[in-house]
């Protein structure tokens, strides 16, 4: 069944994610690109050509004509940076004479690269830099390896010196992404992020879903992740100073009454393309969790060849847009439902039953909206 409320336009793009390299030179051992069984990064060009920038820059410059609302471009993988100095100078570019300000442009990169050379071109085009760290060297190092199974904190700590240490890149630093690791202490992993100076910190669960669980969930009903993030929420709300963090920001604001500005919670939806090395277009890219090629299209559709237009107008996009309210029966009786909005949709996937499933993460999320609510409760006592 869908819920009737699907918030936004459907053919107003939020965020455009674009896959820029296909490879990466860390080997994280939860990374959903290469190690959930989906191959299809292989086919992919190493890099994206100029050819296919300079198209994606036309098409999304239209785009934005078009909906004449801003949105924003995220430099992704694989590994962004492996682009190099000189190509992603021409890339951001090419990218911001098509989308002024207030369009944003941004970079999700695991921080071993940030070069002077490379910050420097961040710092001509004004792009947003986020860099992934999991917490305090033994967390992060449990999982974010290179290739020689080497850890990489040492080196993504460096990068972000790098940045935080020039005045003109400092403001650039939008924020650390962790991949929580349900067997950490979340008090270190929340002092760790935030001693990177970031202003915001985002928290990610581990993929998984009804047929495979999520690393450190023991069963379906456990509560690993709903504990721990009970936890962090705890700490977090015992900061005097604390930076923000998107995920329990977006569900208290939901709690209240308010609305997420991020996709993963909540009942709004989010126009998010995904676009590959080689110009593909595909679905948000996580979906790769539930099985191979959940994240493509039945028809290849191609920026190169298609115009964005005719895709945003297809029926096959119409059906992605709301694949995200495409809910369970449990999901529409829950009293929890504004706040969880079912999940992402990943993680609703089992063999049998395809995604008309809640999230395998429903007994943590009821566990930490509970405590959410019993938490903001006492607080709003206190103050009166
Ligand atoms: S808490 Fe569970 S049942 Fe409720 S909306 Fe979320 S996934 Fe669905």
């Not at 005097?240 to 569900?251: A, E, G, I, K, Y």
């Amino acid at each position: 069944m869908t819920l009737a409320n699907s918030g936004n336009d459907l053919r107003t793009l939020d965020t455009v994610l674009l896959k820029v390299a296909s490879r990466c030179n860390l080997d994280c051992g939860y990374c959903y690109v290469y190690h959930m069984g989906d191959e299809a990064w292989r086919d992919q060009p190493k890099l994206m050509s100029q050819r296919v920038v300079d198209r994606v820059a036309e098409a999304l410059g239209a785009q934005y004509r078009r909906q004449q609302s801003p949105f924003s471009v995220v430099l992704h993988g694989g590994e962004p940076l492996m682009l190099g100095a000189a190509r992603l100078d021409a890339l951001c570019k090419a990218l911001r004479s098509a989308l002024p300000h207030p369009c944003g442009l941004h970079v999700q990169t695991n921080g071993l690269l940030l070069t002077d050379e490379i910050i420097d071109v961040f710092v001509s085009y004004d792009v947003g830099i986020s860099v992934s760290v999991d917490g305090p060297a033994e967390v992060h190092d449990r999982f974010r390896v290179d290739h020689r199974d080497r850890g990489s904190y040492t080196r993504v700590v460096q990068g972000i010196a790098r940045l935080t240490a020039r005045a003109d890149a400092r403001p650039l630093f939008a924020g650390v992404l962790a991949v929580i690791d349900p067997t950490s202490d979340p008090v270190d992993v929340y002092a760790a992020l935030k001693a990177t100076g970031s202003p915001s910190i985002d928290v990610l669960v581990r993929d998984g879903n009804w047929d495979q669980l999520p690393f450190g969930k023991a069963s379906p009903g456990s509560t690993e992740y709903g504990d721990w993030l009970s936890r962090l929420l705890r700490v977090y709300l015992a900061d005097p100073t604390p930076p923000r963090l998107r995920l329990l920001d977006d569900m208290m604001r939901l709690l209240l009454g308010g609305s997420a500005q991020k996709e993963g919670v909540g009942t709004t939806d989010y126009g998010i393309l995904v676009i590959e090395p080689d110009g593909r277009i595909d679905k948000n890219d996580t979906l790769k969790v539930a099985h191979a090629a959940a994240d493509q299209f039945e028809r290849p559709w191609s920026i190169l060849r298609d115009a964005l237009e005719t895709f945003l107008d297809n029926p096959a996009y119409d059906r992605y847009y709301r694949q995200q309210h495409d809910l369970s029966s449990t999901c529409l009786s829950c009293p929890d439902l504004t706040v969880c909005g079912g999940g992402m949709v990943a993680h609703r996937w089992r063999e049998t039953s395809g995604f008309d499933n809640p999230t395998i993460f429903c007994a943590d999320q009821r566990r930490l909206i509970a405590n959410m609510r019993g938490l903001l409760r006492q607080m709003s006592a206190k103050a009166a």
